[in-house]
């Protein structure tokens, strides 16, 4: 199936989810309301030096993706410097992009979640892959997974045995894994689709309950020696979920659907749940199918959806994204969305790759050119506070130095009658300038 409508849906596959990481990380971690107020909806790549101090945390490159797209290319180069995947190939792969210290970023990777982290470390402290911490039920797995689905698209045994590989590097816990699985068959579905033909989307969430069945059977007769504690008691959680999922998306009932993935993942969760748009692939994983598919006659509208949910918004930016990529193809992603992402011919470029369409052009090393992006990122977010620290020292000093100045006391004007209004109204112009000076003073001498 290496024909151009297929290498057209893998290529818009990986860059959709970049641009939807791209899009949504500098509002990551905001509630939804508060984006509102900011941008009243978002629309495109943010400037963020324009909105630091106004709700946004921190300095980010625009059109800069995140760890995300980063462990997505991590996925992609170890396929093709080794002609395939495997858990050890990835595992070293992570250990290379990641041991040197690199300022702003965990080795390469900008904006790291905490298990990845400690995974890696156990890693590159020497611990096999097998044996390194990863007990999270997290969405990365599901996240990195698209390069997979192209290599191994024409092999749907492999595509289920190479994503569990794939997921269980970092992700012990089966319900991370299982969520990988099911984001693998669900863009595999997709890139088969014609839009112009509709989605039928009971059948195709059907196919990956299916799918899922086979990959817990999979994590159960061989793995269950390196999954956590008390994975029984969940091994079969994504393919009961998906049962009533794959009906009840169907209602297109925002409210119904929200409510079912969330009494649903609720079972499964260390943590009491307050909302969707968290890093638990039972939330974020589900939530991301119900936004492609109530947005599915537009890439663009898809993607606008999630990055203004709130919380994390780049992550489910870069789920939709890639969901949205493979069912539409890259002539529906905007074309100034495509022009504002960083990296965008690399990206595209190794997309290509994995799908057969060799080009003459160079892939650059990763470790290179990931390195530079974070190095910049961060000297320009250097460059940017030092810029803020300046002009608010700037601000104080000239604030002080007016303070000083010798001032006419307006308490020594007599107090006028009120029937003389002329009189009167200049006593009141006076009488706020007196409150005013008095603030002044008062702050000068608290500095």
Known sequence: MKNRFFIDKCCATIIGGAI???????????KQGHIK??????????????YIGKGLRSFRLKGLYTDDTQQVLTVCDTILENKGLTALSLSKKFVELSKEDIPGGFGIYRGTGANFRATISDLIGGKPWDQAQGT?????????????VIFYFDDEIKLLTKTIEASIVTHKDPIGISFAVFQAKLIHELIKSNPNTGLDIGETLANCRDFCIAGEDILKSQYSKILVAGYETKIHAVSEFLEGFLKIIQSENDEKINRYIFDFASQY???????????????????AVKIFYLNRDSFENSIISAINSGGDTDTLGSLVGSLSGAYHGLNSIPQKWKQGLVNFNQIKLRAQTLAGDRKNSTINNLLDMEKQLTQREFKLSADFNNSKQK??????????????KPQKDPAAILIPKKENKADWRKYEKQKSKLKKFRRETKSFRES
Do not use: H, W
């Open 37 to 50: 107020s900011l941008f009243k909806t978002l629309r495109d790549y943010v400037d963020t030096a324009d």
């Open 391 to 404: 002009k608010n020292q700037k601000k104080l000093s000239s604030t002080t130095d007016i303070s000083k």
């Open 269 to 287: 969760s260390d943590m009491p749940l307050t909302k969707l748009t968290v890093a638990f692939s039972f939330t974020i994983v589900p939530l």
């Open 136 to 148: 999270t039920a997290g969405c990365m797995a599901a996240v990195r997974i698209a390069p997979a």
């Open 20 to 30: 939807g990481d791209a899009l949504g990380a500098p509002v990551e971690g905001m």
